[in-house]
T-cell receptor, first 113, second 115 residues
Framework: DAKTTQPTSMDCAEGRAANLPCNHS???????VYWYRQIHSQGPQYIIH???NNETNEMASLIITEDRKSSTLILPHATLRDTAVYYC??????????????FGTGTRLTIIP | DVKVTQSSRYLVKRTGEKVFLECVQD?????MFWYRQDPGLGLRLIYF???????EKGDIPEGYSVSREKKERFSLILESASTNQTSMYLC??????????????FGSGTRLTVV
């Protein structure tokens, strides 16, 4: 699996857009970029994933660079409830759903009131 | 809307005890996983299962075993608990048809303390 690099921590003002970067310079052509987050004392929660096109859902947007060596997760209007650890993972996606996810230490995002 | 349930939120056990951590999912998922989470180390995969009665070792299986007798239930067993197994344990499940679109579903975790 491709290794990912994320900043250890970030702050963002409430109501502003939170932009979380991730570097994955060794990503392979068939590997997807996944984002999860973990709110304190809970299990990780799936947010979004993409291959090469930008993606958007009700939670966030994912911007992947054209060379796919990095990506940015965007929370458009951060709230206090978005305070969490955010994990960027790259992995081949299959129709079996049995691929192992390797979590790093992620980015601890703190939303400031 | 409960999907992955771990039997205990907090557990305290003595060194040498046999410990069972239970996980149940109500989504009819084929795949189930056990992770442990420690400060500074992130989540590490212990064991996973693709189907009933099937199991595969993850990255740190030593000191653990698993059981999957029914599709919805995946048990993690600490044969003889030790203090270095004090950790947060997280169970997850995924479905072959939807994991690529909805990812994995995690339980809330069991915080185990071995004294």
């Amino acid at each position: 699996d491709a290794k990912t690099t994320q900043p250890t921590s970030m702050d963002c003002a409430e109501g502003r857009a939170a932009n979380l970067p991730c570097n994955h310079s060794t990503i392979s052509g068939n590997e997807y970029v996944y984002w999860y987050r973990q709110i304190h004392s809970q299990g990780p929660q799936y947010i979004i994933h993409g291959l090469k096109n930008n993606e958007t859902n009700e939670m966030a947007s994912l911007i992947i660079t054209e060379d796919r060596k990095s990506s940015t997760l965007i929370l458009p209007h951060a709230t206090l409830r978005d305070t969490a650890v955010y994990y960027c993972i790259v992995r081949v996606a299959t129709n079996f759903g049995n691929e192992k996810l390797t979590f790093g230490t992620g980015t601890r995002l703190t939303i400031i009131p | 809307d409960v999907k992955v349930t771990q039997s205990s939120r907090y557990l305290v056990k003595r060194t040498g005890e046999k410990v069972f951590l239970e996980c149940v999912q109500d989504m009819d998922h084929e795949n189930m996983f056990w992770y442990r989470q420690d400060p500074g180390l992130g989540l590490r995969l212990i064991y996973f299962s693709y189907d009933v009665k099937m199991k595969e070792k993850g990255d740190i299986p030593e000191g653990y075993s698993v059981s999957r007798e029914k599709k919805e239930r995946f048990s993690l067993i600490l044969e003889s608990a030790s203090t270095n197994q004090t950790s947060m344990y997280l169970c997850a499940s995924s479905d072959g048809g939807t994991a690529a679109y909805y990812g994995y579903t995690f339980g809330s975790g069991t915080r185990l303390t071995v004294v």
